[in-house]
């Protein structure tokens, strides 16, 4: 019986609320989980307990992420007496949360509780001592089941001080029927591939060897991480400095610009998913960096002109590799430092409930999407809706974040702007990395 009047009356307040906004033409958020897109919000906390004595968790996230997570708001609402959980919309634009979240936490603004950020983010809102440290709020055995991967790239000066929630990162897909037509194995190496292309190019459509993300972009970074990564190289060496002028990434970098030169379509420069995406799923091309979703994009016969033709594996190495890895993508959950304890024991509620194995299974079974809780690559049900993900949980032992620099958001413009004139011929390889190498050490000074 007290449920059901506690439900009546935050539907009435609902109702309440809807009147309000129209009479006001208000933007704050509703209590059923919706908002208005515009990130604006009460910025204190003196309504934080709705009338039946509940306390509000802010949720703030873009509004690409709101279909996936609405329902685990949700389940959480329903089962809650202590907390309930109300989102903050932002347009779906990783740059735009980002400087929102920045011109927020600067100030010391406690108007958002928990926040989805992305994952290059973590190091830099954890220097500025923006994000709560969540050894306070969670056991060892509460984070044993994460991916390790996961895990590290949610770390700063070794402690979890965001949870990873679903995860991402990129495969090569191949067209099967190709190989097998020239009789061909699948290649380890990116010399390998290339060697393939005088075969390959004229059979059963294939007008290139490759095609990947080359645009000017937050894509272009992931791929040439991958490059370099993949050639046994890192951006920054074990003391973080940069040596992005190294013989082993010179090289790694002539091997991606050669790809997209002789390779690939005229206009690789510009694509970003989409683009790239089109150009296999028409059949045009043998082999595609991508996300690891696309698998079911690629076998889905109203989208794909090569469905059951598309296998799936590792991406390439260099000369100078031994081990492929993958960029890892996905989002991560923050706690807003700046909020009081209540709050903060409300938001790892929150985040207790979301990460759960059920909640975690749930939103796999629905989307797809990995997770980075690592029972989801074993558990039956899900393997035999996305038999993919087997294969997936490989390339995520050895996956590799982003570089982890408090001035990623310069980095990752530093890196777009001279790999990308490198790929243009704008200028040469080793120009195009020694004016990198000093932007990013101009960054640390």
Request: with cysteine.
């Amino acid at each position: 019986m007290a449920k059901q009047c506690r439900i009546a009356l935050s539907l009435l307040l609902v109702l309440l609320t809807l009147v309000s906004l129209t009479a006001c033409a208000g933007n704050q958020p509703t209590a059923d989980g919706t908002s208005s897109q515009t990130g604006t919000s009460d910025t204190s906390k003196d309504s934080v307990a709705n009338a039946d004595g509940r306390t509000k968790i802010t949720y703030l996230l873009d509004q690409g992420l709101v279909a996936g997570y609405q329902p685990v708001v949700d389940a959480y609402n329903e089962s809650q007496v202590k907390y309930y959980v109300e989102f903050l919309i932002l347009p779906q634009d990783t740059t735009t949360v980002h400087d929102d979240l920045v011109n927020k936490l600067a100030v010391g603004d406690t108007s958002v509780d928990v926040f989805n950020l992305d994952g290059t983010y973590v190091t830099e809102f954890a220097a500025a001592g923006w994000l709560t440290d969540f050894g306070e709020y969670f056991s060892g055995s509460e984070i044993e089941n994460l991916l390790p991967s996961t895990r590290e790239q949610m770390s700063y000066n070794g402690e979890l001080v965001a949870m990873p929630g679903l995860t991402n990162g990129s495969m090569l897909f191949y067209r099967k029927d190709v190989l097998e037509e020239i009789g061909a194995e699948v290649p380890t190496t990116y010399e390998g591939w290339m060697e393939l292309a005088d075969q390959a190019v004229g059979v059963n459509g294939v007008e290139y060897l490759a095609v990947f993300q080359a645009a000017q972009g937050e894509s272009l970074v992931c791929n040439w991480c991958e490059f370099i990564w993949n050639n046994g190289a890192d951006l920054f060496d074990a003391d973080g400095n940069p040596q992005a002028n190294s013989p082993k990434i010179v090289e790694a970098t002539k091997i991606m610009a050669d790809l997209a030169q002789n390779y690939a379509p005229s206009g690789i420069t510009t694509y970003a998913e989409t683009e790239s995406e089109q150009v296999f799923l028409e059949g045009k091309a043998l082999i595609l960096r991508d996300w690891v979703h696309f698998w079911k994009t690629s076998n889905d016969e109203e989208k794909s002109k090569v469905a059951g033709k598309v296998g799936m594996t590792l991406l390439p190495i260099g000369p100078e590799g031994d081990t492929p890895h993958t960029c890892l993508g996905g989002s991560c959950y923050g706690i807003n430092n700046f909020i009081d304890d209540e709050h903060k024991q409300g938001a790892a509620d929150f985040i207790r409930f979301a990460n759960s194995f059920d909640s975690q299974k749930a939103t796999v079974m629905n989307s797809g999407e990995p997770s980075s809780d690592e029972r989801m690559y074993k558990d039956a049900d899900v393997l035999e809706a996305y038999p993919f993900l087997g294969d997936f949980y490989e390339a995520l032992q050895d996956a590799k974040a982003r570089p982890k620099t408090p001035y990623y958001a310069q980095t990752s413009d530093a890196i777009q702007r001279n790999i990308h004139q490198a790929l243009t011929s704008e200028v040469d390889v080793e120009t195009a990395l020694d004016t990198l190498q000093q932007e990013l050490l101009a960054l640390q000074n």
